[in-house]
């Protein structure tokens, strides 16, 4: 089976940084997938990581460790539109599994 | 490029009525499409996914069905809704197995 867990609230400040954690249980690994999600719009694909290390694109870079089934987002330069959801998903099957969502208040 | 289609975008529906939610993708062939739902504040519950035509799985058991009566055409259906169906309802395609997940804009369905 599968199992992604994330914590459910972060807040953060204008101009920091904030890391969301995310820890995975799968049988069988195909990456792991990181999503922003605005109050009320469609999720859009962030960043996607199935070797080990860190992948840097522009403020928000992802990590994964599959040896200990996590990853995180990194967020740096923390702007007012960054507040949204963040989920992770894992690919299973021909589907996905998808995280609860990390919802990410960031303050002025 | 490659675009989703959702609609509606809003839906207020009585109870015990019919439901269809109609999804399509254009410029791309022989996707894999998906229905989800997410509740207020949560996670996406996948209800549905398809990789051809006519072939659904359904994930989860309800009063709900799913239907992909052409390639690029999905679509979600009900035939006596109930409250427990609000919620925020995504359709997305992936090129295929484990690859990015593209999502339309949602439909937002409140049984009242």
């Known amino acids: 089976g599968q199992n992604i867990d994330q914590p459910t609230e972060m807040t953060a400040t204008e101009g920091a940084i904030v890391q969301i954690n995310c820890t995975y249980q799968?049988?069988?690994?195909?990456?792991l997938f990181w999503y922003q999600q605005h109050a009320g719009e469609a999720p859009t694909f962030l960043s996607y990581n199935v070797l080990d290390g860190l992948e840097e694109k522009g403020r928000f870079s992802s990590f994964l460790s599959r040896s200990k089934g996590y990853s995180y987002l990194l967020l740096k330069e923390l702007q007012m539109k960054d507040s949204a959801s963040y989920l992770c998903a894992a690919p299973y099957g021909q589907n996905f599994v998808f995280g609860p969502g990390t919802r990410l208040s960031v303050l002025p | 490029s490659q675009t989703i289609h959702q609609w509606p975008a809003t839906l207020v529906q009585p109870v015990g009525s019919p439901l269809s939610l109609e999804c399509t993708v254009e410029?791309?062939?022989?996707?894999?499409l998906y229905w989800y739902r997410q509740a207020a504040g949560r996670g996406l519950q996948l209800l549905f996914y398809s990789v051809g035509i006519g072939q659904i799985s359904s994930e989860v058991p309800q009063n709900l069905s799913a239907s992909r009566p052409q390639d690029r055409q999905f679509i979600l259906s009900s035939k006596k809704l109930l409250l427990s169906d609000s919620g925020f309802y995504l359709c997305?395609?992936?090129?295929?197995?484990?690859?990015?997940?593209?999502f339309g804009q949602g439909t937002r369905l409140t049984v009242v």
């Open positions: 997305a395609w992936t090129p295929g197995a484990a690859l990015e997940a593209f």
């Open positions: 410029g791309t062939s022989n996707p894999n």
């Open positions: 799968t049988s069988g690994f195909n990456g």
